[in-house]
């Protein structure tokens, strides 16, 4: 996903930990024809077994999405910061300040792109 998703290992990924009270679901990587047979139900049934399905492709990233139907935002707990392989010292010695700052019980820890890969 770093590649993807944390510009090309420059990035950080975030670990969460989401309150149980809200809907979370795993991502099923069952492709196109999950989704054609995920509008049998309801509106909003349809429109979350729709937003839970991706291609076979995907399937390493073990995704979960968080469903909320009365408010715009999530309440989570930011658990650990993990630094990008490629990111630059300047930029990785910033996040562990701030981040040290804003709460020190954060776990802030460097990845490794020989064991991403």
Excluded at 50 to 57: A, F, G, N, R, T
Excluded at 61 to 87: N, Q
């Amino acid at each position: 996903m770093w590649s993807h998703y944390a510009d090309g290992h420059k990035g950080v990924a975030i670990g969460l930990v989401v309150n149980e009270t809200y809907e979370i679901r795993p991502v099923r990587y069952e492709g196109l024809s999950y989704v054609q047979n995920a509008t049998n139900y309801g509106s909003h049934e349809t429109a979350k077994n729709i937003l839970s399905c991706k291609l076979e492709p995907w399937f390493y990233e073990e995704e979960e999405r968080v469903f909320v139907t009365d408010s715009s935002y999530i309440d989570v707990s930011i658990k650990s910061i993990l630094l990008g392989s490629k990111m630059k010292g300047r930029t990785k010695g910033l996040v562990k300040k701030l981040v040290q700052n804003l709460n020190p019980d954060i776990l802030i820890s460097e990845s490794n792109i020989d064991t991403v890969l």
